[in-house]
């Protein structure tokens, strides 16, 4: 039985779409869990996740992460300010770094933080400690579908 629903993204009321424990905004096409995690247990898996000492980045995501890059050398010019919002091991980052950006790292996992700030990276946990209007650019890769509120996140990049 399909329910109405208000789709934390587009912020449209719609009939959900099941698709096993996702729902699918009839307006935006977004899937979204149906039960969400809540902030809390997100942070303590991150945390979990990003203990682990050994980073594996198989070929594929490398080259993923060097097409990305390639987008960005059309964007942005060299020294401009790179933040990566759940930016995990930072491989992105110093990759940015060694084309000659200015990367800043978010994620809410501290010890990933931490790892890039021991590489001369500005750093932060929250999105509240990021002064307002200071990056040419924001990446968000793979982040979205973590968020418990997808709308407050996007707005808080604008910010």
Known sequence: MNKSIKCSVCNNFGNKEK??????CNFCHTLLLEHPPTEKSMQKAFNEYASVDDIDC??????????????LDHLLPKKSNVL?????SGIFLELAL????????MDIASQYVERLKKKGMQGYIS??????KSFDMIT??????HTTNPQKFIQDIKK
């Open 98 to 105: 060694e084309a000659g950006y200015v990367p800043a790292a």
């Open 58 to 71: 198989t070929n594929k995501a490398l080259l993923v992460l060097k097409e990305r890059l390639r987008v």
């Open 127 to 132: 999105m509240k400690d990021i002064p307002r």
């Open 19 to 24: 698709f096993g424990e996702y729902i699918k």
């Open 84 to 88: 990566d919002v759940g930016c995990g």
């Open 140 to 145: 968000a890769f793979d982040v979205i579908e």
